[in-house]
């Protein structure tokens, strides 16, 4: 899939591409840094999670539909990738919380 037009999904985690992006329209940026832990039985129980919930990746696979290979090698790699932060079954995603103020 294309990524989506406009930022970038993984600039939004760039304190300094966040500030470009809220300019002036914002005051007191404040950033804060944590941890989030959602359990999962298996990389592939957390995978079908995403598939359900998750729009981009619901969208991926529905649009993978008709090609079977590029499909399960599509979900291969989603596999891969939530099985890296897998631990003690919870998947550890990191995150950038983000709190700014609209000027007056």
Known sequence: MPPPKGAAPPEWGDPNAVRERLGDAVREVEF????????ALSPEH???QLELTIGPIAKAVES????P?????????????????LR??????????IRALAKD
């Open 32 to 39: 804060a840094r944590d941890e989030m832990l959602v359990p």
């Open 46 to 48: 957390y995978r079908v």
């Open 64 to 67: 993978l539909a008709s090609d």
């Open 69 to 85: 290979a590029r499909l399960r090698e599509f979900l291969s790699q989603l596999a891969s990738l939530i099985e890296k932060s």
């Open 88 to 97: 003690r079954n919870q998947v550890q995603q990191s995150y950038l919380l």
